[in-house]
């Protein structure tokens, strides 16, 4: 008797165990016609509102140091561009702004102040994954996902707004930070239709 319970047993946990890795969970899902994980295709998508996430891959032929670093280093100059993008559209509603006299217009633009500001905070982007990938032409590439957390990101904002010395009401400042995160919203609609 209980030799048919501990067989039973060992069965229903061989079943679970296959049926556990017959399933990729979502980030581990690849992509249909790059093969490659969704952690890599778009990160953007795995992380909380308000965070931003790149990833960037270089072929695999050094050390995983080496690897790590270089991988990391361009993930994370891609979160500057996403950025830098981002600032373009607030000095665009900014503009639009003064031109209809809501705001002052004296004070630095805010892409003048958007780099040394972003170089500063880059440094709080965390590496959230690293792996060894299999590339096209039986290549290996080592990616590297790099994450800018909500309170991060709210920062360079506020940091931006504050050293471009720009005087405006709450309610227009919080109308700059919502096109700040506007453009990845509208990546992730445009990702969604394509998907």
Known sequence: ?????????????????????AGNAP????????????WVITPGKLVPEGALAATEC??????????????????????AQQIQVNVQ????????LTENG???????TFSSVSKQVTDQMLNGAITERVDYIPGPNETTQFCSMVVMAPEQNRKIFEQIIDR???????????????????????????DALEG
């Open 164 to 190: 471009s010395n720009r005087q405006m009401s709450p309610d227009n400042e919080a109308l700059l930070y919502q096109e700040f995160r506007a453009k990845r919203a509208a990546e992730e609609l445009e």
């Open 1 to 21: 008797m209980i030799r048919t319970t501990v067989k039973l047993m060992a069965a229903a946990v061989t079943a679970g165990l296959f049926a556990g890795c």
């Open 27 to 38: 980030s581990e899902q690849q992509s249909s016609t790059s093969g490659l994980p969704a």
């Open 89 to 96: 559209a607030m000095d665009k509603t900014y503009q639009d």
């Open 58 to 79: 270089v072929p695999a032929n050094a050390s995983m140091s080496i690897l790590k670093s270089k991988s990391t280093a361009l993930a994370r100059a891609t979160l």
């Open 102 to 108: 809501a705001e002052s217009a004296s004070g630095s």
